[in-house]
């Protein structure tokens, strides 16, 4: 079964940037959709950004302009690219992907973002 381990989070000041990466155990290949959600404190979990198997992106407004997702088949990894982080996008984010007949989540990882 696949599994996915986020990294790459931290605290970051007021207009950095941070690069998320999420690894996958398995074969990518056998996964078609993979977002980036996450969850502030207090907040319910919200979707970020979403890249189709065949690179098709979107993204919610607040982060557009901002970050860029990406996926790497070969190394089997998923990327989020953030800049001019803003203290509201201080949060738990989290990977998440479409494997057959099932929904897969990673634990997540911290970024704070200081003003």
């Known amino acids: 079964q696949v599994q996915l381990v986020e990294s790459g989070g931290g605290l970051v000041q007021l207009g950095g940037s941070l690069r998320l990466s999420c690894s996958t155990s398995g074969n990518m290949r056998s996964i078609s959709a993979m977002r980036w959600y996450r969850q502030a404190p207090g907040k319910q979990r919200e979707w970020v950004a979403m890249i189709a198997r065949d690179g098709t992106t979107n993204y919610a407004d607040s982060v557009k302009g901002r970050f860029t997702i990406s996926r790497d088949n070969t190394k089997n990894t998923l990327f989020l690219q953030m800049n001019i982080l803003k203290p509201e996008d201080t949060a738990v984010y989290y990977c998440?992907?479409?494997?057959?007949?099932?929904?897969?989540w990673g634990r997540g990882t911290q970024v704070t973002v200081s003003s």
């Open positions: 998440n992907a479409d494997a057959p007949g099932n929904i897969i």
